[in-house]
C-alpha cells in the first residue's frame, strides 16, 4: 500500500470511531418532546334571532332552517333565540354565552333594519356587558333571498309564462315597520325579485306598521288591469301575519322561506360578513 492509501485509511478508522461514539452518546439523550401547536379558539357562536310566534309550526321551521346551516358548517355552534313569544328567549341565550366565555354573532332572522334590529338586539347586547358579541346585517335584498322567494312562488303555481303575462303580478308581503329604512329595504327585494320573475310587477305591500296592506296592493294591481296576482311571503316562518297575507290573495300564495337551502347558506354569508368586519377593525385598531 502506498503512503497516501495508509492516511486515508487512518483518516477513515478515525472518522468511524467517532462516528460510533457520537452515536453512543445521542443514544443516552433523551427523546426530543413532540410539541403540539395550540388549538384555535373556537369560531364565535352563531345566534339567528327570529322575531318569535304563537304558532307552533313558527319554532319548529326555525330549527330546521338552523339545522341546514349546521350541515353547510360542521362544526360551528349555531344557537336558536327569539326577541319574544317563544323560547329560548334572546336574553337567556346571551347570558348562557357569557358564562361558557363564548363570542357571538347575532344574525336576525329579519329582512330589515326595522326597530328590532336598530334597537332591540344592540340593547340586549348591552345587557350583557361580560359578551364579546355583534350584530349582523338584516337577511335584506341579497340574490339568495330572491332565489328562495321566486322558488317558493314556482312551487305554488308561477310558472316562466306568467312573468311576461300582461294579467300577471305579485304582491310581496312583509311584516312591515315604521323605519323608513325598512320600507326602502323591502321596495329593494320587491324590484329585484320583479327582475328575477321577468320583469312583472313585484308590488311590497305590510301587514303591520306600514301601508299598503296586502288587500290595498291586490286592489291596486286590479286596478291596473292584473287580475293574476300572486303574494310572496316575505316571512322566515309561519305565524299571524304569514297566515293573513295568504288570505287576501286572489290566486296563489307561497310558503314562508323557512328551510329553503338558499336561506341557509345567506344565514351563513351574513355571520361571515359580520367575522370579516370584525377582523377588519381590530387590524385598524392595532395599527
Do not use: K
Not at 321596495?187 to 311590497?204: T, Y
Not at 294591481?221 to 301575519?241: D, E, K, M, N, Y
Request: aromatic share 2%; proline share 9%.
Amino acid at each position: 500500500m502506498t503512503e497516501p492509501d495508509s492516511t486515508y485509511a487512518t483518516a477513515a478508522g478515525l472518522l468511524g470511531r467517532i462516528t460510533e461514539q457520537l452515536g453512543e452518546q445521542l443514544g443516552h439523550l433523551p427523546p426530543r418532546p413532540h410539541l403540539t401547536p395550540p388549538a384555535a379558539p373556537p369560531a364565535p357562536t352563531l345566534v339567528a334571532v327570529g322575531h318569535g310566534s304563537r304558532d307552533p309550526r313558527a319554532r319548529a321551521t326555525l330549527a330546521r332552517l338552523l339545522e341546514r346551516v349546521r350541515e353547510l358548517r360542521p362544526g360551528l355552534d349555531v344557537r336558536l333565540a327569539h326577541i319574544e313569544l317563544n323560547t329560548p328567549l334572546l336574553d337567556v341565550t346571551l347570558a348562557e354565552l357569557a358564562a361558557e366565555g363564548r363570542d357571538a354573532v347575532l344574525v336576525p332572522l329579519l329582512f330589515a333594519p326595522g326597530h328590532h334590529v336598530t334597537h332591540d338586539l344592540p340593547a340586549a347586547l348591552a345587557a350583557v356587558p361580560g359578551l364579546r358579541a355583534r350584530v349582523a346585517e338584516p337577511l335584506g335584498a341579497h340574490p339568495l333571498l330572491v332565489e328562495a322567494l321566486a322558488d317558493r312562488l314556482a312551487h305554488a303555481g308561477w310558472a316562466p309564462e306568467d312573468g311576461i303575462s300582461q294579467a300577471a303580478a305579485v304582491v310581496l308581503a312583509s311584516a312591515g315597520s315604521r323605519d323608513p329604512r325598512s320600507g326602502a329595504e323591502l321596495r329593494r327585494i320587491a324590484a329585484r325579485l320583479g327582475e328575477r320573475l321577468g320583469g312583472v310587477p313585484v308590488v311590497p305591500a305590510y301587514a303591520s306598521a306600514a301601508a299598503p296592506t296586502v288587500a290595498e296592493a291586490v286592489r291596486a294591481l286590479a286596478a291596473r288591469g292584473r287580475h293574476r296576482i300572486a303574494v310572496a311571503s316575505c316571512f322566515t316562518a309561519p305565524g299571524l301575519f304569514a297566515t293573513r297575507a295568504a288570505a287576501d290573495a286572489p290566486w296563489i300564495a307561497s310558503a314562508p322561506l323557512g328551510a329553503h337551502p338558499a336561506l341557509a347558506r345567506l344565514v351563513l354569508h351574513r355571520y361571515d360578513r359580520a367575522l370579516r368586519a370584525t377582523t377588519r377593525e381590530r387590524e385598524l385598531a392595532t395599527v
